[in-house]
């Protein structure tokens, strides 16, 4: 079988990640099972969730940062990404607008992640916000990392907008509070 060739890709050209639009060195690494991103992308996103592993001072925004990335990087519709749009957008919700805090949120998603039938496709928006993992440091100070954290799940949420009506009405109506 012959190899498949690799991209035309000039030297220092860069790869577009199909979630965010951010540009990353190319790469042919993994990624993730259906949040289609690049593999550049992904690679960063795995140094974000290290540090928020390894460094309690940051792990309070780190459930912020997964939902950011997950309806950044939506995918293509399937029942897995109808549920994990429609759960992570929910959770936005909750912790961006409803100021729970992240133990609770957390709770509440997993109670709805449990209702498997109810969510529909919502068409992501053609830009998903203007914050990307590229703008992250990992390295950053504690406090640092937390506002831009927060700053990059307020931006994706925003991108949003078309669909928070129909978010807040799951939110609202298949939530128990
Ligand atoms: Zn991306």
Do not use: K
């Not at 289609?36 to 780190?62: I, K, Q």
């Not at 940062?65 to 429609?86: K, L």
């Not at 409803?98 to 992640?113: I, T």
């Amino acid at each position: 079988m012959p190899a498949t060739p690799a991209p035309m890709t000039a030297p220092g050209a860069r790869q577009r990640c199909v979630g965010c639009g951010a540009e990353f060195a190319p790469g042919d690494g993994p990624v993730h099972r259906y949040l289609e991103s690049a593999p550049g992308c992904w690679a960063r996103y795995g140094e974000l969730l290290a540090r928020e592993y390894a460094d309690r001072a940051v792990y309070p925004v780190h459930r912020l940062s997964v939902d950011a990335y997950a309806v950044q990087h939506p995918g293509r519709e399937s029942p897995q990404t109808i549920q994990s749009a429609a759960v992570h957008l929910i959770r936005l919700s909750l912790l961006l607008e409803q100021g729970l805090a992240p133990e609770r949120a957390n709770a509440v998603m997993v109670e709805a992640s449990g209702r498997r039938t109810t969510y529909r496709w919502l068409e992501p928006p053609p830009v998903r916000g203007t914050v990307t993992v590229a703008d992250l440091d990992p390295a950053a100070p504690a406090a640092e990392y937390v506002r831009a954290v927060r700053r990059w799940a307020e931006d994706v949420w925003a991108a949003w907008q078309v669909h928070h009506d129909t978010v807040r009405r799951w939110r609202d109506e298949r939530v128990r509070r």
